[in-house]
């Protein structure tokens, strides 16, 4: 492949992760479940010492986990937008890899919640015509933690309107297509006449 052929197919591509921005998102929501608990279990062990340590090993057990999971998880993100589908890789131990065709997506969602807000962050949701569920909560393709979210979604329905622009066959052949059927049909019917 030439110099040239291979850098227009680089430009095709769109290959990005999840902004560095999540994980703090992920460190907030940490928080919000964990300090709770923590704070449970502090009073319990004020009442029976045993009650408080039966209660906070599993806690701490979670929480130290969940610390150790999130960067895995993060960096295990990865998302591409080509000029024919739309692909998320994903996991941490069980690796998945999402692709939809773009002739298949009916809908490009963006949604925030006001935690993502906060931190600029959001997801895009592509979905095809056999997913289910409400703002894309089973969309096909959930690309999480971007920060370009009205970017990405104009970059996917761009793309989408350039793929059916190419399959649509032009007016002027269909009518070309017509008139030559009508003529035929007109031929036909003068020599049924004679």
């Known amino acids: 492949m030439s110099e040239k052929a291979s850098q227009s197919k680089s430009q095709e591509n769109t290959l990005f992760g999840p902004d560095f921005v999540q994980k703090k998102y992920w460190f907030l929501i940490w928080l919000i479940v964990f300090l709770p608990l923590a704070g449970t279990g502090a009073v319990i062990t004020v009442f029976t010492i045993l009650g408080g340590v039966v209660f906070l090993i599993p806690s701490m057990a979670v929480m130290l986990f969940s610390l ?21 890789e994903k996991g941490v131990w069980w690796q998945r890899k999402t692709t939809v ?8 969602d963006k949604t925030q919640n006001p935690l993502e807000r906060i931190y600029g962050i959001g997801k895009i949701h592509a979905q095809t015509a056999g997913a289910g569920g409400s703002q894309g909560a089973r969309a096909e393709a959930i690309i999480r933690g971007v920060k370009d979210l009205s970017g990405i979604q104009d970059n996917i329905e761009r793309r989408i309107r350039g793929k059916m622009a190419k399959k649509e066959p032009s007016r002027s052949k269909e009518e070309d297509i017509f008139e030559r059927i009508l003529a035929e049909i007109k031929a036909i019917r003068q020599e049924l006449k004679k």
């Open 68 to 88: 150790y999971w999130y960067p895995l998880y993060h960096q295990s993100l990865h998302y591409a937008i080509t000029d024919e589908h739309v692909v998320v």
């Open 101 to 108: 065709p773009l002739e298949m997506i009916t809908n490009v």
